[in-house]
């Protein structure tokens, strides 16, 4: 690592490549064990500027045999503890290697006492003081703590009702499940932590975000006339069980084909769930009412606390380059929509959803997307725009009804069925209509890719998936649109492309 600064990240990959796998599945080279000695004693000698990412390769292999904490590979690492410690105590540290040396003692539980008092005199931001003591704890069988770790912890302020869905669902996880879900968790907060401080090391100081807290719940508003609203778009709509048109009235719309119908209220359509039939008994509005009163609303947490960070580890954006200003203006310039209504495709809770309205004109939307509590807080907020229950692997349009398609940073949310959503845009696009999108690559080092990776969020329990930007390009082709725009810092892929035939 005394390499040139303008050669380091060569000779970095190089030692990574040789003691670590690149592939991103973070297990260790077999050579691995011996060179632990080599590389700590070069965390001491190494000039400042190359400490860091020292640091974070031995955080990488401490790792790599996690859940696994007392491994041959962890017990090499920690065996040079105090002079990790030194380190953080160096009066000449600065930021960036304090950020590498905090993501490698992480790894400690069992130190946990000695690390928290080495970090004591650091004044750390909350929530890397947060992460750290979350990462060096021990989960406890008889009060388990699981499930608010992203961002980090200290952006967690719930109440008593949200107290108790916690436990309401923890208490019913068997002891397997309830290891599973907090190792889930420790690599969460692992991959933020190494994700922010390998960014640091290379780029410098990283931006905090503002302190935002956790909105409370929020109460469900008496229904709209919904007929009146779905009925510029019930032209563009269709059955998810036979594709015939719908119509709507108070409390359900309706299949003309095979007479199924379907919850309305609040403004938002539920088309994952049958209503009863006329003449049974049940009513759908206040059931379907009912149940968006029981969700925690996640959706303003996502808005002001998760989103903003979600942007940073996936786009690589810890100096806040893409600001939100920047998107509006992406999609004030590039959404160029035909006749036909307009929809925003995994609408979330509905920040974005407001600018496009603002481009096209609230009467030509509609907002889609899978979670309840993110249309309900869109509602809230967006009253004239309805609002679509439903799956983006199954658009429930006709074929050519719509006059353009945004789906902002969404995309990712449905990985696995990514194609099949894409191939759905075309479907439903009408000839030169727009489809507008914001979503994230996997990064092209080896070990931010791995710090990507390892987010376990609800959708992507297996760890967080990131696209190749050929996929991307493969899939609009074979799906016949042409891309008029690409472009994106960092990790970030923004992207137009028109529907040509």
Not at 94 to 103: F, H, K, R
Request: charged share 20%; glycine share 8%.
């Amino acid at each position: 690592m005394r390499s040139a600064p303008a050669a380091a990240p060569e000779a970095f990959r190089a030692l990574v490549d040789a003691v670590w796998d690149d592939a991103g599945d973070g297990t260790a080279h077999p050579g691995a064990l011996a060179a632990v000695p080599v590389l700590a004693h070069a965390l001491t000698d190494a000039p400042a500027d190359r400490k860091g990412q020292l640091a974070v390769l031995l955080g990488l292999l401490a790792e790599s045999e996690y859940p696994r904490l007392d491994g041959p590979l962890a017990r090499a690492v920690h065996a040079h503890l105090d002079a990790y410690l030194e380190l953080l105590a160096a009066k000449d540290a600065g930021q960036p290697l304090t950020l590498a040396v905090l993501y490698l003692l992480a790894h400690f539980p069992a130190e946990r006492d000695r690390v928290l008092a080495a970090a004591a005199p650091l004044d750390l931001a909350a929530e890397d003081l947060s992460r750290l003591e979350r990462a060096l704890a021990v989960l406890d069988p008889e009060i388990p703590d699981l499930g608010r770790v992203w961002p980090s912890p200290s952006a967690w302020t719930l109440n008593a009702d949200e107290r108790a869905f916690d436990q309401s669902w923890i208490r019913e996880l068997t002891p397997e499940q309830l290891a599973a879900n907090w190792e889930n968790d420790t690599r969460t907060v692992l991959g933020c932590t190494g994700a922010r401080a390998y960014w640091s090391v290379w780029h410098g100081d990283p931006r905090n975000l503002p302190a935002a807290a956790v909105p409370e719940r929020r109460e469900v508003t008496a229904p709209v006339a919904d007929a009146t609203l779905f009925a510029p778009h019930i032209g563009a709509l269709r059955c998810p069980a036979c594709g015939g048109g719908l119509t709507a009235r108070e409390g359900a719309a309706r299949c003309e084909r095979c007479g199924s119908r379907y919850p309305v209220a609040g403004g938002i359509l539920d088309l994952t769930a049958t209503a009863p039939a006329d003449g049974e008994d049940g009513d759908a509005a206040a059931d379907f009412l009912e149940k968006l009163s029981r969700v925690p609303s996640m959706g303003l947490f996502y808005e002001a606390v998760a989103r903003p960070a979600f942007l940073r580890v996936s786009g690589s954006d810890w100096g806040g380059e893409v600001a939100p200003a920047d998107e509006d203006r992406y999609l004030a310039e590039h959404i160029r929509p035909v006749d036909g209504p307009v929809l925003d495709l995994g609408a979330g809770a509905g920040r974005w959803t407001a600018v496009i309205a603002e481009t096209v004109g609230a009467d030509r939307l509609i907002a889609l997307d899978a979670a309840l509590p993110m249309l309900n807080v869109l509602r809230g907020r967006l009253p004239e725009v309805p609002s679509v229950l439903a799956s983006a692997a199954e658009l429930p349009f006709g074929d050519a009804s719509l006059g353009a398609v945004v789906c902002w940073n969404a995309l990712q949310a449905f990985y696995a069925d990514a194609g099949a959503a894409i191939a759905e845009v075309a479907r439903v696009l009408r000839p030169g209509g727009t489809f507008t999108l914001m979503t994230f690559r996997r990064s092209d080092d080896p070990v931010y890719r791995h710090f990507q990776s390892a987010h376990r969020f609800p959708q992507h329990q297996g760890g967080l998936q990131l696209f190749d930007a050929a996929d991307l390009r493969r899939w609009l082709a074979d799906a016949g649109l042409a891309v008029r725009e690409e472009s994106g810092p960092g990790t970030f892929v923004f992207l137009t492309a028109v529907r040509e035939h």
